[in-house]
């Protein structure tokens, strides 16, 4: 079997360099339904961000007062 890398080539699909076809896409997976455990997970994660955030800006607060004094 040779390979066929040239314009006459003659194995047809069994070609070697073949390659896929442009535009072949895979299809998603279903989203999931909705819950409301999904939701509260969400906002639970939301305001634990916001309290992260709002510690380090009072722990910057804090080094700014204490870099004043």
């Given at each position: 079997m040779t390979k066929?890398?040239?314009?006459?080539?003659?194995?047809?699909?069994?070609?070697?360099?073949q390659v896929a076809r442009i535009g072949h896409r895979m299809k998603s997976a279903d989203p999931l339904p909705p819950s409301i455990w999904r939701e509260q997970i969400?906002?639970?994660?939301?305001?634990?961000?916001?309290?992260?955030?709002?510690m380090l800006w009072m722990a910057f607060l804090v080094a700014c007062a204490a870099y004043v004094n």
């Open positions: 066929c890398c040239n314009d006459n080539c003659n194995q047809g699909r069994d070609c070697p360099v969400k906002r639970l994660g939301y305001w634990m961000l916001m309290g992260i955030l709002g």
